[in-house]
């Protein structure tokens, strides 16, 4: 699934000064725990959270995710945007709750990695 069509899913704002809308996108993460997403996360991934700090840009980095999706309408500081911009990392805001967009992208064909996968 591309960056484009989660885009259109979850209703979702590009916040990012470019969106790399045809990215391919493998696994889904949904998690507020950033020690959760460590242990969980795979190549390709799109991180879903309302975890709004710099903690989430970092970790992203760590695991070379290269979409985050912020839920409940949250926006990131300009700073989270800029340093996630430097990293070439797309942010996106919808205004879905995490289930919610968990539910979307599940139902229409994304999964996520799980522990058995590793």
Not at 98 to 102: E, L, N, R, S
């Given at each position: 699934m591309t960056i484009s069509e989660i885009i259109f899913l979850l209703d979702a704002t590009p916040l990012s000064q470019t969106v790399q809308t045809d990215h391919k996108i493998e696994?889904?993460?949904?998690?507020?725990?950033?020690?959760?997403?460590?242990?969980?996360?795979?190549?390709?991934?799109?991180?879903?959270?309302g975890l709004n700090n710099l903690q989430v840009i970092r970790t992203a980095e760590m695991l070379d995710i290269v979409c985050l999706v912020f839920v409940r309408g949250k926006r990131p500081q300009e700073e989270?945007?800029?340093?996630?911009?430097?990293?070439?990392?797309?942010v996106l805001s919808t205004d879905y709750t995490?289930?919610?967009?968990?539910g979307i992208l599940y139902h229409a064909g994304l999964r996520g990695g799980s522990r058995h996968d590793a």
């Open positions: 696994t889904v993460c949904g998690s507020d725990m950033m020690s959760d997403v460590l242990a969980f996360i795979k190549k390709n991934a799109l991180l879903l959270t989270m945007l800029k340093k996630a911009d430097e990293l070439g990392i797309t995490m289930f919610d967009a968990c």
